[in-house]
């Protein structure tokens, strides 16, 4: 499946910004794929891809736009990483959330129902959209930074699946015993920890690829939405 670029309206009134999008667009369900730190590339769109394939209206919102539109970067390659570290030391947080929430307001005006998926970065992110959203259902992939962050859902929080990899030293044993002190048990809320799997545990190129896991967070995450979705 081929995707095509769209433009979503700021939030902040400050412009548009472009989206990989894929998928039907009158479909019923629509998923904000919310990128890693490198951009829409190549690991996105092939997730957007997979769930435009499944009939969902799926985006791919280009976060790093207010520092450079259009980044796509090849995680394999040294030299792309350093300039992932870069963009990812430069991006507002806040910022990127109000673009989230966007593009969820941007599926909303064709699609009954929204969840998003995001992945480290974007993970978080994920985190952040169950909280600021009206999204039905999100899920976070090895998202870095959640325990800093869970004061945020303190007066409530949409459905949320959580992947954790056991051995993922950018989320250790102490962020993941404060995300689940937080909000483990409370509605809506699924957390699940892999062992033996490590970050980015969930992409195909990755050195840490564990397909055993990726099954079966994949198949976990495509239940989530067929529950809050369809």
Not at 26 to 51: C, L, N, P, T, Y
Not at 102 to 108: E, F, I, Q, S, Y
Not at 183 to 208: C, I, K, M, T
């Amino acid at each position: 499946m081929t995707g095509t670029m769209i433009e979503i309206e700021a939030a902040d009134g400050s412009g548009q910004f472009q989206a990989y999008a894929s998928g039907p667009e009158d479909a019923a369900s629509g998923v904000v794929v919310i990128q890693e730190i490198f951009g829409i590339s190549e690991s996105m769109r092939a997730v957007a891809d997979h769930w435009g394939a499944q009939g969902r209206r799926a985006i791919v919102p280009d976060l790093f736009w207010r520092i450079e539109p259009g980044v796509a970067l090849d995680s394999t390659q040294e030299s792309e990483r350093e300039r992932a570290m870069g963009y990812y030391g430069k991006f507002d947080n806040a910022k990127g959330v109000e673009d989230c929430v966007a593009a969820v307001g941007h599926l909303r005006r064709s699609c009954a129902r929204v969840g998003a998926v995001g992945f480290c970065l974007g993970g978080r992110l994920a985190y952040h959209t169950a909280v600021h959203s009206d999204a039905e259902a999100c899920v976070g992939y090895y998202g870095v930074g959640i325990e800093s962050v869970l004061d945020e859902a303190k007066d409530g929080i949409g459905p949320l699946l959580l992947h954790f990899g056991e051995t993922d030293e950018l989320c250790g044993p102490e962020a993941r015993a404060a995300i689940y002190g937080a909000l483990e048990g409370r509605d809506g809320v699924e957390l699940h920890l892999y062992g033996g799997a490590g970050h980015a545990f969930a992409r195909s190129n990755s050195v840490n690829f564990n397909p055993q896991a990726a099954d079966l967070a994949n198949q976990r995450t495509a239940d989530f939405f067929a529950r809050y979705l369809d």
